[in-house]
């Protein structure tokens, strides 16, 4: 077997890799793997693979499981022998690229993990209803600090990365778009440009056709 096989979900993080797939031009068959929050079968049946129960999986052709969008970045950069999107060893841009790519998955994809279904970190409602608004304010402060390290036209400067793609996907999620144009005027300008290329719009139409976008 010569593909790959992603489990996701439209509008997902799996956006994330699937864009990638796209933008290397590896072929990819696309699993539905349900509504993890909301669907235990869901979560079982994908939690064999990856016991956290969370999208992106990716499955190699070598039938490795790979999980984590950031670590499968790296390998579809080096499944691909390009570096594209991953500034390469050397490369001057590598350090900002390495520093703020971990901050994002280390730091803010947290905050979807704790704060979208609260109640599975603070039972108690009132007490998680508080939860969330802490966690969705200490992630528009980490959204913040990556606005401050904007570059333009890309994150990086002239140089486009996997970082942009990040920025055009996340910048749909909460707190949504018309919080990013107000706040973080920078990434909402990138996260633009980024979904307008032709290797990346595809993809991103499918997770967010016009209509629900
Ligand atoms: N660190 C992981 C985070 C993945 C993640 O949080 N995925 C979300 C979808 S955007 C998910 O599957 N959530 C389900 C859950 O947390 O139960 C990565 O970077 O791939």
Redesign the pocket.
């Known amino acids: 077997m010569t593909r790959y096989k992603l489990y996701g ?1 439209y509008g ?3 956006v ?1 890799t699937e864009a990638q797939l796209d933008w290397y031009g590896l072929a990819f068959d696309f699993v539905d ?1 349900g509504d ?2 909301e669907d235990a079968s869901a ?1 079982r049946s994908l939690g064999k693979l990856n016991p ?5 999986v990716l499955i190699l052709p070598d039938q490795q499981v790979m ?4 670590a ?1 970045t790296f390998h579809l950069a080096d499944a691909a022998g390009s570096h594209e999107l991953v500034p390469q060893s050397g490369e001057p841009a590598r350090p900002r690229f390495l520093r703020w790519l971990i901050f994002i ?1 280390a730091n803010i ?2 905050t ?2 704790y704060a ?2 609260p109640t ?1 970190f603070v039972p108690d409602g009132k007490a998680a209803t508080g939860f969330r608004a802490n966690v969705d304010d200490y992630q528009k402060k980490l959204w913040r600090m990556v606005e401050a390290e904007a570059g333009a036209p890309w994150f990086l400067g002239e140089r486009f990365s996997a970082l942009d793609i990040y920025i055009a996907v996340m910048t749909r ?1 909460r707190p949504n778009r018309p919080w990013f144009e107000a706040n973080t005027p920078k990434l909402a300008a990138l996260a633009d440009r980024g979904s307008d290329l032709p290797k990346l719009k595809p993809a991103l139409l499918r997770n967010y056709p016009p209509e629900t976008d």
């Open positions: 979900r997902w993080g799996s994330l793997a993890l929050f979560r956290l129960a969370q999208v992106p999980t984590e969008s950031a499968i998955v994809y947290p979807f993990t979208d279904v599975r999620w």
